[in-house]
């Protein structure tokens, strides 16, 4: 490690101690003026049940949600971390960053989203529930699916910052998407997946290292960080339907959200694993694939979870997604990293941000083909109730697509600015020979050579084996 790399990392180890309780300090100056228990989680929950009514507790939200925000939870903070751990020296980053900036992150979700949705006009507090924490934790996935796209290239204070803005920026487009638009996104395809991919991506086309190759010995996978990564990708494929459930009105909608997740989760894995043997010419299966590819059904479908898609609709959205994510990973990331300059780490445009933008499509088309002979009263799906009390179905198609709109400016607008913010040579960001390096900001306890290996399990270029090479060194070295 040179002078300047650790001049940096000397720096990062000074600031982000301050960073950490400074802002921990302000959270707790800013919960104590603004946030309060809402009536069910208040010991006042007795008084409630009297004068509403209820004769028994398990009428409180808290039972009918926390399963859900269990699962939501979990896949947060192991989901999400694990799925990163695929480099070789880098798990470390992986899932400590992701703990510490989803710690960070929910905090100001609550209060940012609370601002925006929950303030009590009369007492100017935010009244916090399961729900409130389960909208938290749906926040701060955005920042971590933008996470992916920088993953091993910059500094926890860094991240600190993308996060800050990203949940700032989450709010507000969501305020716009869910509450002016009155588009329905329960899972999040344009609201979470969709914003989050483009922040990511933006982010890292703005933060392009065109020296990354120093540290290219660090960008594959080994044997045992698939194996993690892998561990990742079951604990978010089997509670993807209880994410896009989880916020969804009580009863039909929650159930039919579950059913067409599950159906369209297991439809993606067998076209994944079907264009991944096709893609190789042994007809083997590529890891990368099979980590990521498996789970773009869930997100696709986010958006469209709750409508009457129809299980055999539902089945469709993810034969088509495992074949289109997996095409990305083949032939998309290598064009966005040659011709776009944009080094995505992780594959979150393939994962996350076409997907995404694949649910705000499916969701639209949906909305606008929905009829009372299928859906019954609509009010009970559309929540045409208010001021959108005379919209029809075609005009709700028309704002679903505008609120994919919103979600893609918000993501490459907000991108650019925090990117160029994040570039300024403040941040104690690793040089480009120390990416994808734990050591660089993590006390590791046996440093280990890193031996050269074939390429494998690059999720920014597609490896490219070239066996008259292999062959080529077998025999030099019999020589």
């Not at 009428?59 to 926390?66: G, I, K, L, S, T």
């Not at 694939?289 to 898609?309: P, R, Y």
Request: hydrophobic letters at 45%.
């Amino acid at each position: 490690m040179d002078y300047f790399s650790r001049q940096k990392n000397t720096n990062i180890r000074l600031t982000l101690p301050v960073v950490c309780f400074v802002w921990q300090i302000a959270m707790i100056i800013l919960f104590g003026v603004f946030i309060r228990y809402d009536e069910e989680s208040d010991t006042h929950w007795v008084e409630t049940k009297a004068h509403d009514n209820i004769t028994s507790d398990i009428e409180n939200d808290f039972y009918f949600r926390y399963p859900s925000f269990q699962d939501v939870h979990v896949m947060i903070f192991v989901g999400f971390g694990f799925l990163m751990t695929f480099l070789k020296r880098y798990s470390f980053g992986a899932v400590g960053f992701n703990f510490l900036i989803a710690s960070f992150g929910l905090q100001w979700a609550l209060l940012m989203q609370g601002w925006f949705h929950s303030l009590d006009p009369q007492t100017g507090k935010i009244f916090i529930g399961v729900e409130s924490l389960i909208n938290a934790d749906f926040c701060v996935a955005g920042c971590l699916i933008a996470y992916g796209a920088v993953l091993g290239k910059v500094s926890p204070v860094q991240l600190l910052v993308m996060t800050l803005f990203g949940v700032t920026l989450f709010a507000v487009e969501e305020y716009i998407i869910l509450n002016l638009l009155h588009a329905r996104d329960a899972g999040g395809s344009m609201v979470i997946h969709t914003f989050g991919g483009y922040y990511g991506l933006t982010i890292s086309w703005v933060l392009y290292r065109p020296n990354l190759h120093q540290s290219k010995r660090m960008q594959g996978s080994v044997y045992h960080s698939d194996i993690f990564a892998m561990i990742g990708t079951l604990f978010l494929w089997m509670f993807w339907p209880s994410f896009n459930s989880a916020i969804t009105d009580h009863g039909d909608g929650q159930h039919r959200a579950v059913i067409n997740t599950y159906l369209c989760l297991a439809s993606t894995v067998l076209t994944t694993v079907a264009i991944s043997s096709l893609s190789q010419k042994t007809g083997k299966l590529d890891m990368v694939h099979i980590q990521n590819s498996t789970l773009a059904g869930g997100v696709a479908l986010g958006t469209a979870a709750e409508f009457m898609i129809s299980p055999y609709g539902a089945l469709i959205v993810g034969f088509f997604c495992g074949i289109i994510s997996t095409m990305g990973y083949i032939f998309i990331s290598p064009f966005l990293e040659k011709t776009l300059k944009i080094q995505d780490t992780c594959g979150i445009h393939n994962l996350h941000a076409m997907p995404g933008v694949i649910g705000g499509i499916v969701g639209a088309i949906t909305a606008a083909a929905a009829s009372e002979s299928v859906y019954g009263k609509l009010i009970n799906t559309f929540d045409f109730t208010g001021d959108f009390k005379d919209r029809t179905v075609l005009t709700q198609g028309g704002y679903q697509a505008a609120g994919m709109c919103v979600s893609i400016v918000f993501g490459v607008v907000g991108g650019a600015i925090v990117g160029s913010i994040l570039k300024l040579p403040i941040w104690g960001d690793p040089a480009d020979e120390n990416c994808f390096d734990d050591e660089v900001y993590w006390e590791v306890s046996e440093p280990e050579s890193i031996p050269p290996i074939l390429e494998y399990n690059n999720h920014m270029i597609h490896k490219q084996q070239d066996l008259s090479e292999s062959n080529f060194s077998v025999e030099h070295c019999e020589s």
